[in-house]
C-alpha cells in the first residue's frame, strides 16, 4: 500500500480493497493523477457503479469489477484517515 499525495489529495494507492471496503458514497482518483475524482453508487457481486461529473456538466455513469476499477483508481481520504488506514493494514 501506498499513500500518495497528489493533485492536494491524499490517495491509498498499490492496495486491493476486498469488496466490502468499497462503499457507495467514498470519492476515487484516478492512478494516473489526472485531476477528477468519481464517486461509488453502488458495490454489488463485485461490480462497482460509479459516476463523474463531465467537462459539459454531464453525470457519467460506469461499471467496472472491483480489480479492474482498483487498477485504474485510487482511494481519496482524509490526511486525519492516514494513520487509521496504515494501523488497520487495509
Known amino acids: 500500500m501506498k499513500i500518495n499525495n497528489i493533485n492536494g489529495r491524499r490517495l491509498v494507492c498499490q492496495h486491493m480493497f476486498i469488496d466490502d471496503q468499497i462503499k457507495p458514497g467514498q470519492t476515487w482518483a484516478p ?15 463485485g461490480w462497482v457503479v460509479y459516476q463523474y461529473d463531465k467537462s459539459d456538466g454531464a453525470i457519467s455513469t460506469h461499471e467496472k469489477d472491483t480489480f479492474s476499477f482498483q487498477v485504474r483508481y485510487c482511494l481519496v481520504v482524509d490526511p486525519e484517515q492516514v494513520d487509521e488506514i496504515l494501523a488497520m493494514g487495509v
Open 31 to 45: 492512478a494516473d493523477g489526472s485531476d477528477y475524482t468519481v464517486t461509488i453508487i453502488s458495490v454489488i457481486d
